[in-house]
Nanobody, 123 residues
Framework: QVQLVESGGGLVQAGGSLRLSCTAS????????MAWFRQAPGEAREFVAT???????SYADSGKGRFAISRDNAKNTVYLQMNSLKPEDTAVYYC?????????????????WGQGTQVSVSS
């Protein structure tokens, strides 16, 4: 049974913006550390951003200054705002969740995953 569902992907022009959403069916959503990962064609899945609580965040160098992760606990939803998009951002974006500890960039520590949403950026 799917617990995380991503949405908001699509095709955008380079320099444009997109906001991804991830809705969770987790009973204590606010206690989970949430993260976004992405996987480009022929590449390994890589870390994008993570959030613990409401304010503690961390970003991969690739998205610093362009991406912003946030959450709305009342809606059980985490967001990824992506600005100044580049063709290199083209990938399937995945939402992930873990319990215990704090911020993490380590893929194997996340126990629950969504099915992904496609983001395509044209030049």
């Amino acid at each position: 049974q799917v617990q995380l569902v991503e949405s908001g992907g699509g095709l955008v022009q380079a320099g444009g913006s997109l906001r991804l959403s991830c809705t969770a069916s987790l009973r204590t959503f606010s206690s989970y550390v949430m993260a976004w990962f992405r996987q480009a064609p022929g590449e390994a899945r890589e870390f994008v951003a993570t959030i613990s609580g409401d304010e503690f965040t961390s970003y991969a160098d690739s998205g610093k200054g362009r991406f912003a992760i946030s959450r709305d606990n009342a809606k059980n939803t985490v967001y990824l705002q992506m600005n100044s998009l580049k063709p290199e951002d083209t990938a399937v974006y995945y939402c992930a969740a873990k319990t215990g500890g704090g911020l993490s960039r380590l893929l194997y520590q996340y126990t629950t995953w969504g099915q992904g949403t496609q983001v395509s950026v044209s030049s």
